[in-house]
Nanobody, 122 residues
């Protein structure tokens, strides 16, 4: 399984970015796909998740209402649309995949992509 994250960059407060996570190596029905982030000096934190089958979504309270996770089955890609960005959203964002039930715990995820840097300037 390979996960390839992209789409990070530098944006001003209030701006938007869309992250992509291209997944390959197997069929992902039955998987939960998630985004995590880690800011300098802080622990990795859960951001959002989506069930590949059915499309149920889950968000952390800090991004609910501003971020939207979605997937494109034909492209085997998961997206994170980030709106109304704040300086505290600055972090390296990682996509991850696991089978079974949804979880906020990063150590329950089996596969990780490389990170993509998101920087929000004030």
């Amino acid at each position: 399984v390979q996960l390839q994250a992209s789409g990070g960059g530098l944006v001003q407060t209030g701006g938007s970015l869309r992250l992509s996570c291209a997944a390959s190596g197997r069929t992902f029905s039955g998987y939960v796909m998630s985004w995590f982030r880690q800011a300098p000096g802080k622990e990795r934190e859960f951001v959002a998740a989506i069930r590949w089958s059915g499309g149920s979504t889950y968000y952390s309270d800090s991004v609910k209402g501003r971020f939207t996770i979605s997937r494109d089955n034909a492209k085997n890609t998961v997206y994170l649309q980030m709106n109304s960005l704040k300086p505290e959203d600055t972090a390296v964002y990682y996509c991850a995949a696991k089978t079974g039930t949804w979880s906020r715990a990063g150590n329950s995820f089996d596969y990780w992509g490389q990170g993509t840097q998101v920087t929000v300037s004030s």
